[in-house]
């Protein structure tokens, strides 16, 4: 099934989202495969992520230094941007949560490494 078709699927599926379909959904993001579409669709998926899950980015982010097959220099710089998009995206809705209910952030904000 073409990605495009899969993506459109998913932002279909209702929230919140199970924690199998979250990593499957940050495995696209970190594939590399998203190519033009990749800031795009990463801000779609940080918009409908359950906070709950914000930490998954962090393993999605530490999973590109260890792939098998290497990116080229621009490819790791837009797998970087999508994720940058994806975690700014989340942090701002666990900020807005944090500010209207008084409740404290509990996990600490996410550094993408620049590779």
């Given at each position: 099934?073409?990605?495009?078709?899969?993506?459109?699927?998913?932002?279909?599926?209702?929230?919140?989202w199970?924690?199998?379909?979250s990593?499957?959904?940050?495995?696209?993001v970190?594939?590399g495969?998203?190519?033009?579409?990749?800031?795009?669709?990463?801000a779609?998926v940080?918009?409908?992520?359950?906070l709950e899950?914000?930490?998954?980015v962090?393993?999605t982010?530490?999973?590109?230094?260890?792939?098998?097959?290497?990116?080229?220099?621009?490819g790791?710089r837009?797998?970087?941007?999508?994720l940058?998009?994806?975690?700014?995206?989340?942090?701002?809705?666990?900020?807005?949560?944090s500010a209207?209910?008084?409740?404290?952030?509990?996990?600490?904000?996410?550094?993408?490494p620049?590779?």
């Open positions: 099934m073409p990605y495009a078709r899969i993506r459109r699927l998913i932002m279909r599926a209702p929230t919140p199970s924690i199998e379909l990593r499957t959904v940050l495995e696209i970190g594939s495969q998203l190519q033009n579409h990749g800031v795009r669709y990463a779609a940080g918009a409908r992520l359950p899950h914000y930490e998954l962090q393993s982010s530490a999973q590109i230094a260890t792939r098998d097959e290497p990116l080229t220099p621009a790791l837009s797998l970087r941007e999508a940058l998009a994806l975690e700014r995206t989340v942090w701002l809705r666990l900020e807005m949560r209207f209910t008084g409740e404290p952030i509990m996990v600490e904000r996410l550094e993408i620049p590779w």
